[in-house]
């Protein structure tokens, strides 16, 4: 993926979390860049946990928009990954 900031360079990032948790705006502007050019994030409620999975759609809604919707088949419960276009 082409992106600045600290996502450069790489083509797949891994978020897992077991809590609430809030992007900073760059943060926010970084992954939007990262997944609008055809980065993969994938992202991962340790243990299944509620309030991360509760707190990671609401970041992803907010960082991507409309963009950025989760993909692929069956998968357990807390687990997902987000495509860009090129995915």
Do not use: C, I, Y
């Not at 992007?23 to 340790?46: E, I, R, Y």
């Amino acid at each position: 993926a082409k992106s600045g900031g600290a996502l450069a360079g790489f083509t797949v990032a891994h978020l897992t979390g077991t809590a609430d948790f809030k992007l900073t705006d760059p943060a926010k502007a970084d992954l939007k860049a990262f997944v609008d050019s055809g980065g993969t994030l994938v992202v991962d409620a340790a243990g299944g946990n509620t309030q991360f999975v509760e707190a990671a759609e609401r970041q992803r809604a907010a960082a991507l928009g409309g963009g950025g919707q989760p993909r692929g088949g069956p998968r357990p419960a807390g687990a997902g990954a987000v495509r860009g276009a090129g995915g």
